[in-house]
């Protein structure tokens, strides 16, 4: 795939590889040396300044936090993870989709023991 440079409303140019944008932000190659905050958040630095790192992901997008060196974690903002999430359905209805076909769901009419609860 050809990657596609785009401006986004931050001044950042990324370069989406055939991607939705708006879904793509875990694919993103993110290009601006004028920013004047960290690629990637270590540890103890993001738990220090976590207001920061909030406000970042708010206004920039997604925020890496890293331990030992490695991506470790990622904060989001709440409208881009429901985006990116999609809706979830109720338990209700997760268990009325359920394929059900072919399960047997009766007791097997054995008499079950009286609890006596303390």
């Known amino acids: 795939m050809t ?5 986004t409303d931050h001044g950042l140019v990324a370069m989406a ?5 708006a879904r793509a932000w875990g ?7 004028s ?12 738990k220090n300044r976590f207001s920061e790192v909030v406000e970042e992901a708010l206004h920039s997008g997604p925020q890496t936090v890293t331990r030992r060196g490695e991506p470790v974690v990622v904060v989001v ?3 881009t993870w429901r985006r990116v999430a999609g809706p979830v359905p109720s338990l209700k209805a997760f268990l009325r989709s ?3 076909d072919g399960i047997e769901l009766s007791r097997d009419g054995v008499d079950r023991p009286d609890v006596v609860l303390p």
Do not use: F, K, S, T
């Open 35 to 46: 920013i004047d905050m960290p690629a990637a958040w270590q540890l103890q630095e993001a």
């Open 17 to 21: 590889w055939g991607l939705d944008l």
């Open 98 to 100: 359920a394929p059900l």
């Open 77 to 79: 903002a709440i409208d």
């Open 27 to 33: 694919y993103l190659v993110c290009l601006d040396w």
């Open 3 to 7: 990657p596609q440079a785009v401006r």
